[in-house]
């Protein structure tokens, strides 16, 4: 089983970044998929999340900002993220959960410049 996330990069205060997390190994679509995110001397926390019925969660500093989704065909979830703050600077981390199962990407580094 492997999750990749792909999509991070340096970017102005207001512009906007897609995430992927592609994932091999594993049912896909019966995974429940979330993205966290760790600040330097931070904790990591929540950010997102998409059941595998396609429900979706956000964290309260997120919403209508970003926006989580899947493609089953693809096995990859996707983080679009709006309205990039410097407060948004993280790495970010894909997660797949199915019931005692879950598997953990590498991380994505996001920073976002004022």
């Known amino acids: 089983v492997q999750l990749v996330e792909s999509g991070g990069g340096l970017m102005q205060a207001g512009g906007s970044l897609r995430l992927a997390c592609a994932a091999s190994g594993m049912a896909f679509s019966r995974y429940g998929i979330t993205w966290f995110r760790q600040a330097p001397g931070k904790e990591r926390e929540f950010v997102a999340t998409i059941y595998a019925s396609s429900t979706t969660y956000y964290h309260d500093s997120v919403k209508g900002r970003f926006t989580i989704s899947r493609d089953n065909a693809k096995n990859t979830a996707y983080l679009q993220m709006n309205s990039l703050k410097p407060d948004d600077t993280a790495v970010y981390y894909c997660?797949?959960?199915?019931?005692?199962?879950?598997?953990w990407g590498q991380g994505t580094q996001v920073t976002v410049s004022i």
């Open positions: 997660n797949a959960r199915l019931s005692s199962n879950q598997y």
